[in-house]
C-alpha cells in the first residue's frame, strides 16, 4: 500500500526567506502527487500536482515542486514567504485503480515571523 | 460557479447518537469523496460515489455509510456516534473518477461528540 511521509511537523520561517516542506512517499510505481494548503477553519485548496513529465512543476501563490524519482521525494518550495503563506501543507499521493482516493502526508504547519 | 458546500458547519452531538453530513458537488461533477480529518490520525479517505455508486471504501467501520443522489450530492451518516468521531469531515467533487482528476475540497463539517 502507498504512504506519505511529511518529517516536519512545524517549520517557521522568517518572511522574505525561503521556504522548503519535505515530502517522501512509498509506492512501488510513479505516482501521482499533490500539494494542498489548509487555512484554519477551511478546507484543502490544490496548490500544484504531478501526474507526469517535466520534474519540476509551478503551482499557485509562487510555489514549486520537483518530483525526484530516486529519492522518492516531492519537495515543495518558495523563494520567498509572505506572512499570508502561514498554513497548514499536506503532500498527497493518488495511485492507479484507485480512482480519485487521495492518501495524505501528516502535515506541516507553517508559521511566518514578521 | 460556487463551489462544494457542505452542510452543517458545525455539529454537536452526543455517544450513541447518529448523524447525517450533506456535500453538494460543483455543478457538473459527479464524483464526490468524503474525508475524515483528526488530530490523531491526520486526513483519511473514508469513501468515494459517482453515479450513485460507492466506488471506493476506506478502511472504516460499518457505522459510517455514505450515499449519493441523482443529482449528485451525497450525504454520509455515522451511527452509534463514539467520542473517536469528533473530526473536520471534508467532501471533495471532481467531475468523474479519473487518476488525473483535480478535486475541490468544500470547507467541512465540524462535529464534536459529546
Known amino acids: 500500500a502507498q504512504s506519505v511521509t511529511q518529517p516536519d511537523i512545524h517549520i517557521t520561517v522568517s518572511e522574505g526567506a525561503s521556504l522548503e516542506l519535505r515530502c517522501n512517499y512509498s509506492?512501488?510505481?510513479?505516482?501521482?502527487l499533490f500539494w494542498y494548503v489548509q487555512s484554519p477553519g477551511q478546507g484543502l485548496q490544490l496548490l500544484l500536482k504531478?501526474?507526469?513529465?517535466?520534474?519540476l512543476v509551478q503551482g499557485i501563490k509562487g510555489f514549486e515542486a520537483e518530483f525526484k524519482r530516486s529519492q522518492s521525494s516531492f519537495n515543495l518550495r518558495k523563494p520567498s514567504v509572505h506572512w499570508s503563506d502561514a498554513a497548514e501543507y499536506f503532500c498527497a499521493v493518488r495511485v492507479n485503480n484507485a480512482g480519485n482516493m487521495l492518501t495524505f502526508g501528516g502535515g506541516t504547519r507553517l508559521m511566518v515571523k514578521p | 460557479k460556487a463551489g462544494v458546500t457542505q452542510t452543517p458547519r458545525y455539529l454537536i452531538k452526543t455517544r450513541g447518537q447518529q448523524v447525517t453530513l450533506s456535500c453538494s458537488p460543483i455543478s457538473g461533477h459527479r464524483s464526490v469523496s468524503w474525508y475524515q480529518q483528526t488530530p490523531g490520525q491526520g486526513l483519511q479517505f473514508l469513501f468515494e460515489?459517482?453515479?450513485?455508486?460507492?466506488?471506493n471504501k476506506g478502511n472504516f467501520p460499518g457505522r459510517f455509510s455514505g450515499r449519493q443522489f441523482s443529482n449528485s450530492r451525497s450525504e454520509m451518516n455515522v451511527s452509534t456516534l463514539e467520542l473517536g468521531d469528533s473530526a473536520l469531515y471534508l467532501c471533495?467533487?471532481?467531475?468523474?473518477?479519473?487518476?488525473?482528476?483535480?478535486?475541490?475540497f468544500g470547507p467541512g463539517t465540524r462535529l464534536t461528540v459529546l
Open positions: 471533495a467533487s471532481s467531475l468523474v473518477v479519473s487518476t488525473y482528476n483535480e478535486q475541490f
Open positions: 460515489y459517482f453515479s450513485e455508486t460507492q466506488r
Open positions: 504531478y501526474f507526469s513529465g517535466d520534474t
Open positions: 509506492y512501488g510505481a510513479t505516482p501521482y
